[in-house]
């Protein structure tokens, strides 16, 4: 008796080292070849996650943004006072519970991530264009998956 499968190629392995060192450095290369153009105030790595976070879970709080980015509660606390005194976090207490505050985006925070996010996408079309129309196919083949390891990596853990 056969088992299922059993005519099927054995799975290639993927070395996800490479993988993860070319992701960081596609990250890095496009922030740094795209902001300058955008007219928005640089904002550190640590930020611009923080923000993130809340701009994908409006109603968030202090807590779980740090408990989602794995840093310390003190460390997130201090700089989403940036983000609050840039305009581009507002803070709610909650009526019940004055100890409960949700983070929200500005619409500022929401025209900046529109803005940063046409930027980033400006510098992937022209470094892919020197690509082989192929190697964009397999880019483009990959996405879905790609979205999908993004949302699995941005649980928290």
Known sequence: MESVGAHEEPAKVLDYRPLAVSIIDISSDIRRKSHNDTGVRPLSNGVLEILRVIESHPGITVAEVASRLGRQFSNVSV?????????LVTRVRDAADKRFVALYPTPESQRIKKLLEGAWAEALVSASSRL??????????SLPALQRLAAFLSEPE
């Open 79 to 87: 700089q989403l006072r940036e983000l609050v005194a840039a305009g």
């Open 132 to 141: 082989l129309p192929e190697e964009r196919e397999q880019i483009a083949a």
